[in-house]
């Protein structure tokens, strides 16, 4: 009996370190493709982020999207743009939604759909990220996407100039 649980131990231990071991890679693609990115080295960071991109990091996927989209260290294609951006908003970063809903919003490298662009600023919103409550927010206020309410857009503002100040940042007059 004492045997079945050292063996079962020591496979656990080992299936640790072999998932400790393989993060542990994946970190350093991560990284890579974050510093090549910030230095503006695109045409070396671009393969690199490919890499951690389909490893499913946010990060990664998001430079895709903006080199795709501005055809930065690869040669510009927005319908790759959209398919990155929609993989790392998918992944619940309330900053890709908004930025996803934002393209939609203003037909930016993709087809003009309000009523993708007030999905995604929802997504983002409801998690309480300031600007994708002011976006919703307009939305609302101009019927995009969504009927026409003053009273659901001053909703949208306020949670919005909530969540502004709660994200530590001062409102400007």
Not at 23 to 37: I, K, M, W
Not at 57 to 69: I, R, S, T
Request: hydrophobic residues 40%.
């Amino acid at each position: 009996m004492e045997g079945k649980y050292i063996f079962r131990l020591k496979l656990a231990c080992l299936l640790a370190l072999i998932g400790w071991v393989n993060l542990g890679c994946t970190s350093d693609v991560e990284d890579r493709c974050q510093q090549l990115y910030k230095n503006g080295q695109y045409e070396q960071a671009f393969p690199v982020c490919r890499k951690a991109a389909e490893q499913e990091d946010a990060y990664a996927q998001n430079c895709l999207c903006l080199m795709y989209g501005g055809g930065v260290g690869v040669q510009q294609d927005h319908a790759e743009a959209e398919k990155w951006f929609i993989k790392a908003a998918e992944q619940g970063d309330a900053s890709d939604q908004t930025n996803l809903g934002w393209m939609y919003d203003h037909g930016e490298g993709v087809r003009q759909n309000y009523f993708e662009a007030v999905r995604w600023f929802r997504e983002a919103a409801e998690q309480g990220y300031a600007l994708a409550q002011f976006n919703l927010e307009v939305m609302y206020a101009y019927g995009r996407g969504v009927p026409r309410s003053g009273a659901v857009a001053a909703d949208w503002y306020y949670k919005a100039g909530l969540s502004y100040l709660k994200e530590g940042k001062k409102m400007m007059c």
